[in-house]
Structures are given as C-alpha cells and as structure tokens.
C-alpha cells in the first residue's frame, strides 16, 4: 500500500533510498518513527545490512568454503583477497567482523519491534493502515533479527551439541549479548553474553511469532524483486535450518516440508545455469529468500574474485570436483580460463544483466530444504524418504540416482549442491561433539588436500578456530563480555 524505501543507518539518523530513485532524505529516528510510512521505511532498512561484504555481499557467503575445502584463495591467481580465510588467520584483533554489523541491525530491527509496540495504536488511527499492515511489518523485523542473532550464535559460540551439554557457567556454554528492544535502555545497557539455549529460544520465539502474524501469501509491495523480502516460506525455511542446527530433527522436517507443501520446487537441469543471473527471481521456484544487489544501491567483489577474467582469487578445489560425477550440471556449468586451463571456478556469481558487481545472492533455497529434510529423516531412521529427498536433487542435476543413503551421501551432497554458498564451514561445526562429526566419522579432522598453503590445512575439531573471536574492540568498550577460549 506505500512505497518502500531502503534506508541506511547513519549515526542517529537514516538516510533514505527509494527502491526506484535516487537518494534524497536524511530524517532523525525520532522523525521516522513517528508515523506509518516512516515506520515501514525503517522496517525495509534491516534488510540492507544483509548485503554488506562482511556479510552475504561477500566474507560469509564464499570465503567458508574456501576454509573448508570447497575452494583455494590464491593459485592460480592472487590479489592478495582471501588468504586470511584460507590460512584461518583470524586475531581477536581483526579478521572477522560481522559482530559490530549485526548488532546494528538488530537495532534497527528493535526500533521498529518497540515502535509498533508503542506507537501502535497511532499507527491505526492514520488513514487506510489495518492491523495486518502492523503485523507484517512487526513479522518482517522479527525474522530479520531472527536470522541476525542466528547468525552471530553460528560463528561467535559453540555448537549446539557442545553447548547444550556445557557446564552452567562455563565460557563453553555462552552466546551473543541479547540487546533490550527500548533504546533508551539499550543504548546504555551493556549486555553480558547469554547462554546458547537462551538464543536459540529467543531466535525460536521471534520466528515462531513472526509466523503467526503475518499474512498469508504476503509479499512486500514496491520492491523490486519480492525475494528479496520476507514471506511466510523464508520464515518457514530460516525455522527448518535453526531446527536442524539444533538437531531437533522433528521440528526440521516439518518446516521443510511446510515450505516444499507452498509450491517452491528445485530448479531443473536446464534451469539451474540461468537462475542465479535472471534479472528477477520472483518467478524461480527453487529461490525462497535471497539479498539484493542493484547498481542503484549496493554492489560486492563476490563475482570479481570467482571470476577467472577479473581478480579469480577463489577457485573451485580438487577436492570438490572429485566428488562430482562428469555429467553432473554443477560440474559442467563451472568458469574456464584459457589462460589456466587446468582450473575451474565458481559459476554462481556473474552477475545480473552482465555486471559481476550485481549478482543475485539467494541465502534460503528450495534444495536446501529437501536436504535439511533428508537428513532430518535420516536421523528419525527414514531412510527410504532420506533417499527420496537426495533424489529430488540428484535427478534434477543430471547425477546418478541413490539406491541406498549413508550420512556421508547426505552430507557430500550438501557439500555438491550448495557449495560457494557459506554452508559448509557450520556443517562441519554443528557436527562436532556428534556421532557424525566431521560428516561421518568420529574424531575426523577436517582435511583439506587441494590447498595452497599447509597453514591450517586440517583442522581439528578441538581447534580454538571454530568459534570466532569476539573483537577486543567490543570487549574494551562492554567489559561484561567475555572472550572465547584460546582467543
């Protein structure tokens, strides 16, 4: 019903940005809060922050696999960009930096939360505005922050299974800092980390309610591409990979399939080339939520440096590719470079309309959901329907059927299918402390053969590295933070 803005938050204020034009406002926080339309600008902010290069713009959507043995930085071709993540060479003084980032949106995120819950009331009084309108916008703000603090618990604290079972009062069992929605409280707060389970309930609570409010079918009006914003399926699809994070297999299959039973299906062999440079993903079924890049508003390296014709610093690793089959289309569809014929690179970053700085970056995608559901269905002892769902995505890239499944088939095809897509340093990490650590084997470290340092070129699982350092700067100024071992 209004047009929606993208805003960026700048100190105290926000400066604005139609979708369709140019820049033009900058409003105090008060100012666009204090009626329906500036409140629906500053819920349409929190989804920017998403597309910064520390976060899907670049850092957490390709450099993972480049930890973890999808990818090699630097041989071929080196600017210099992504070595520090293929040696792990993180400090507490730099190298990782989505703690500051996500905090921010968060804020955003509770401004807006705090406003529809006092302001309320106000919002109805003006002309044409339902409490349906309230409730999607309150929706979209809770699964935004939702997917931030998941995001911070991921990489800032220990998994799940080793959390979960930590002594009561042990570094081992902490999280992220839980931030008051006021910001008259918050602004001075300065919070101690919270226990793993009290994020998780917390990140449970806010998409469970988001879900309950918003309204079917909803899609946000004016966007420019209606996957780029929340819907009752990426609210369904973030609560599938929460549940299978934490191992509550039930609970992920039933919003993966909740998903599956909105009409989304996996993108076809012939599909799969094209859909991560389709100008517009509104009509790609496989697509379920993704971040936008528009020359207009935001741009990222992720295509320059997976592109053997510009900066090609992240190739594809040997150690993928011999897990693909010849034929398969995730094979087939690689970059080639005459200039290094003996290697390939990532494909899914090229760009819309040509232009390697816009790229489509789909974060919650339809195979994901048939693979957190195989293994879901695994774990429950279904392994006939573990092996129908890896055939869903088998037979619609061109490879061989499975006639039977092991965990490792679940996790390699997790490995094959979302690859260059930040998944597969948490898959190896929310297995720690499993029976199925290191995606099959307990104990296994994690090996990478095709690497061009020996700088933490294996792993282990006991290793201070997969918990991020919180950054000393954040320490210095809330000293009620506490460090990660090691750190």
């Given at each position: 019903?209004?047009?929606?803005?993208?805003?960026?938050?700048?100190?105290?204020?926000?400066?604005?940005?139609?979708?369709?034009?140019?820049?033009?406002?900058?409003?105090?926080?008060?100012?666009?809060?204090?009626?329906?339309?500036g409140?629906?600008?500053?819920?349409?902010?929190?989804?920017?922050?998403?597309?910064?290069?520390?976060?899907?713009?670049?850092d957490?959507?390709?450099?993972?696999?480049?930890?973890?043995?999808?990818?090699?930085?630097?041989?071929?071709?080196?600017?210099?960009?992504?070595?520090n993540?293929?040696?792990?060479?993180?400090?507490?003084?730099?190298?990782?930096?989505?703690?500051?980032?996500?905090?921010?949106?968060?804020?955003?995120?509770?401004?807006?939360?705090?406003?529809?819950?006092?302001?309320?009331?106000?919002?109805?009084?003006e002309?044409?505005?339902?409490?349906?309108?309230?409730?999607?916008?309150?929706?979209?703000?809770?699964?935004?922050?939702?997917?931030?603090?998941?995001?911070?618990?991921?990489?800032?604290?220990?998994?799940?299974?080793?959390?979960?079972?930590?002594?009561?009062?042990?570094?081992?069992?902490?999280?992220?800092?839980?931030?008051?929605?006021?910001?008259?409280?918050?602004?001075?707060?300065?919070?101690?980390?919270?226990?793993?389970?009290?994020?998780?309930?917390?990140?449970?609570?806010?998409?469970?309610?988001?879900?309950?409010?918003?309204?079917?079918?909803?899609?946000?009006?004016?966007?420019?591409?209606?996957?780029?914003?929340?819907?009752?399926?990426?609210?369904?699809?973030?609560?599938?990979?929460?549940?299978?994070?934490?191992?509550?297999?039930?609970?992920?299959?039933?919003?993966?399939?909740?998903?599956?039973?909105?009409?989304?299906?996996?993108?076809?062999?012939?599909?799969?080339?094209?859909?991560?440079?389709?100008?517009?993903?509104?009509?790609?079924?496989?697509?379920?939520f993704?971040?936008?890049?528009?020359t207009?508003?935001?741009?990222?390296?992720?295509?320059?440096?997976?592109?053997?014709?510009?900066?090609?610093?992240?190739?594809?690793?040997?150690?993928?590719?011999?897990?693909?089959?010849?034929?398969?289309?995730?094979?087939?569809?690689?970059?080639?470079?005459?200039?290094?014929?003996?290697?390939?690179?990532?494909?899914?970053?090229?760009?819309?309309?040509?232009?390697?700085?816009?790229?489509?970056?789909?974060?919650?995608?339809?195979?994901?959901?048939?693979?957190?559901?195989?293994?879901?269905?695994?774990?429950?002892?279904?392994?006939t329907?573990?092996?129908?769902?890896?055939?869903?995505?088998?037979?619609?890239?061109?490879?061989?059927?499975?006639?039977?499944?092991?965990?490792?088939?679940?996790?390699?095809?997790?490995?094959?299918?979302?690859?260059?897509?930040?998944?597969?340093?948490?898959?190896?990490?929310?297995?720690?402390g499993?029976?199925?650590?290191?995606?099959?084997?307990?104990?296994?470290?994690?090996?990478?053969?095709?690497?061009?340092?020996?700088?933490?070129?294996?792993?282990?699982?006991?290793?201070?590295?997969?918990?991020?350092?919180?950054?000393?700067?954040?320490?210095?100024?809330?000293?009620?933070?506490?460090?990660?071992?090691k750190?």
């Open positions: 019903m209004k047009k929606i803005f993208i805003l960026a938050a700048v100190a105290l204020g926000l400066v604005s940005c139609d979708l369709t034009t140019d820049p033009t406002t900058t409003v105090t926080d008060k100012v666009a809060l204090e009626n329906f339309e409140m629906d600008k500053a819920a349409a902010v929190t989804y920017v922050a998403f597309a910064s290069e520390s976060w899907y713009g670049l957490l959507q390709i450099y993972p696999d480049v930890m973890c043995g999808n990818c090699v930085a630097g041989a071929p071709l080196n600017s210099g960009r992504g070595m993540w293929q040696q792990w060479n993180f400090t507490a003084s730099g190298g990782f930096s989505v703690y500051g980032s996500a905090y921010v949106n968060i804020n955003r995120c509770n401004n807006v939360i705090y406003a529809l819950k006092t302001r309320g009331a106000e919002y109805l009084k002309e044409g505005v339902t409490q349906q309108d309230l409730d999607n916008r309150m929706a979209e703000c809770l699964f935004v922050r939702a997917f931030c603090y998941f995001d911070l618990v991921r990489w800032y604290a220990q998994p799940y299974a080793i959390s979960s079972t930590a002594a009561e009062g042990s570094v081992e069992a902490l999280g992220v800092p839980i931030v008051k929605e006021n910001p008259a409280e918050s602004v001075l707060d300065k919070p101690a980390r919270a226990l793993v389970a009290d994020n998780y309930e917390a990140i449970l609570s806010d998409l469970n309610t988001a879900l309950s409010l918003i309204e079917a079918g909803y899609t946000r009006e004016g966007v420019k591409d209606v996957k780029c914003a929340v819907t009752p399926a990426a609210i369904e699809a973030l609560l599938a990979r929460v549940y299978l994070y934490m191992q509550d297999y039930e609970n992920a299959e039933i919003h993966a399939s909740n998903v599956l039973a909105m009409g989304y299906s996996v993108a076809t062999a012939s599909v799969y080339p094209n859909m991560w440079t389709d100008e517009n993903m509104s009509a790609n079924s496989e697509v379920i993704a971040v936008y890049f528009d207009t508003e935001s741009s990222t390296l992720i295509g320059n440096i997976t592109d053997p014709d510009e900066y090609g610093d992240v190739r594809v690793s040997e150690d993928l590719l011999a897990l693909y089959e010849d034929g398969d289309v995730r094979k087939t569809t690689l970059l080639t470079s005459a200039d290094h014929p003996d290697y390939l690179w990532p494909a899914k970053y090229q760009g819309k309309g040509g232009l390697l700085a816009i790229p489509n970056v789909p974060v919650l995608r339809t195979s994901e959901m048939y693979l957190i559901r195989a293994e879901a269905r695994y774990m429950q002892q279904n392994n329907g573990a092996m129908n769902d890896l055939n869903v995505i088998a037979e619609n890239r061109k490879a061989t059927p499975y006639t039977t499944v092991s965990f490792r088939d679940i996790f390699n095809e997790r490995r094959k299918e979302l690859a260059f897509e930040g998944h597969i340093w948490h898959d190896y990490k929310r297995l720690i499993t029976e199925y650590q290191g995606g099959a084997t307990p104990g296994e470290m994690m090996v990478r053969n095709d690497v061009s340092s020996t700088i933490n070129q294996n792993v282990a699982f006991d290793s201070k590295y997969w918990c991020m350092p919180i950054s000393e700067s954040e320490i210095d100024v809330n000293g009620n933070l506490v460090q990660n071992p750190w």
